[in-house]
Nanobody
Framework: QVELVESGGGLVQAGGSLRLSCAASGYIYVDYAMGWFRQTPGKEREFVASISLNGVETYYSNSVKGRFTISRDSAAHTAFLQMNSLKPEDTATYYC???????????????WGQGTQVTVSS
């Protein structure tokens, strides 16, 4: 079992930046692909970004490409999402995900965090 804990959310003005962190604990003796999804009330959970097991490959949704950067510190079992040039439409609850294989754009990852709220004011 793997527990994921997100942090770093908050309120920011449009154009600002936030950095989300996702710390993994529990059965962390193997590496996991990790990713970020987001969700607003009444909508489905949406893929944001993912990073491969070895940290080499990254993927982004078109809506965040060029503004967000995903990274990981495997030694610290932590993933990050640097969010720049934030827009009001980025407002959502952001969830961290981990999977022993890969993170797909569908929210089918094995492990999930509880989420952290990001609010971007105009």
């Amino acid at each position: 079992q793997v527990e994921l804990v997100e942090s770093g959310g908050g309120l920011v003005q449009a154009g600002g930046s936030l950095r989300l962190s996702c710390a993994a604990s529990g059965y962390i003796y193997v590496d996991y692909a990790m990713g970020w999804f987001r969700q607003t009330p009444g909508k489905e959970r949406e893929f944001v970004a993912s990073i491969s097991l070895n940290g080499v490959e990254t993927y982004y949704s078109n809506s965040v490409k060029g503004r967000f950067t995903i990274s990981r510190d495997s030694a610290a079992h932590t993933a990050f999402l640097q969010m720049n040039s934030l827009k009001p439409e980025d407002t959502a609850t952001y969830y961290c995900a981990a999977d022993p294989d890969s993170i797909t754009q569908a929210p089918t990852a094995v492990f999930w965090g509880q989420g952290t709220q990001v609010t971007v004011s105009s």
